[in-house]
């Protein structure tokens, strides 16, 4: 088996080497067939296992427990890509493939936990901006709901009725009772007769005496009609 010249940090050099290795008959194995499929089931996997760290942690809309076990049963898919790529990386040299594979595992181990905690640390400060807004809309709603009560509602002072208006004018409007008295009927007073002497009310016999027939006098009349205390106060 051919010894690789160059390491795995030079990447373009080793790169051109996998790939005239390939493209020599004379020399055994394809490694382009090992490295491209092992990268490509590793890329797809990694982007699985970022993208459900993503729903778990930050979205928070899969269950941590259904989370994990996917993280774990995607992470074989991902080490056995990963070593698929570094054994043809590596032109079949199996201890300078595990090597390589343990180094990228464990870099991509170590992002994938930085990546978790990222996404947990901006999961929680969306939480409290979204409680924090939350709470300060409603702050503000009942704020401006106690605000519009004021100055829509009429206060009651002392029978006057005040309105506070929003740009600080203090219009006062005061309650006007209006006394009405309602007139009572009078009742005819009786009167004695100049002619005979006899009384009677004038209004009850159609103004006429009824002992003598004579006529009620005018003067006689005007004073069936007025209230006794007027009667009074005139004698």
């Known amino acids: 088996m051919a010894q690789s010249q160059y390491r795995a940090r030079q990447v373009i050099s080793k790169t051109n080497e996998v790939v005239e290795y390939h493209k020599d008959d004379a020399r055994p194995g394809k490694p382009l067939y090992l490295l491209i499929p092992g990268g490509l089931i590793a890329l797809a996997s990694l982007g699985l296992i970022i993208y459900i760290a993503y729903r778990t942690w930050l979205l928070a809309d899969l269950p941590q427990d259904s989370g994990l076990g996917l993280i774990l049963l995607l992470s074989p898919f991902y080490v056995g890509g990963v070593f698929l790529f570094s054994y043809g990386y590596e032109l079949y040299n199996i201890p300078r493939a595990l090597r390589l594979t343990a180094i990228i595992v464990f870099i991509t181990i170590a992002a994938v936990v930085i990546l978790a905690v990222l996404f947990v640390l901006i999961g929680a400060l969306g939480q409290g901006s979204r409680s924090s807004s939350s709470s300060s809309k409603s702050k503000s709603s009942s704020s401006s709901s106690q605000s519009r009560s004021s100055y829509s509602s009429p206060n009651y002072y002392g029978g006057s009725t005040v309105f506070v208006g929003g740009g600080?004018?203090?219009?006062?409007?005061?309650?006007?009772?209006?006394?009405?008295?309602?007139?009572v009927?009078?009742?005819?007073?009786?009167?004695?007769?100049?002619?005979c002497g006899t009384s009677y009310t004038p209004a009850k016999s159609n103004y006429i005496c009824p002992h003598c027939g004579a006529a009620t006098p005018k003067n006689l009349i005007e004073e069936s009609q007025m209230?006794?205390?007027?009667?009074?106060?005139?004698q």
């Open 185 to 195: 009927p009078k009742e005819p007073m009786p009167i004695t007769c100049p002619f």
């Open 168 to 183: 600080g004018t203090r219009v006062e409007t005061r309650e006007v009772t209006k006394e009405v008295v309602k007139e």
């Open 227 to 234: 209230p006794k205390t007027d009667q009074t106060q005139a």
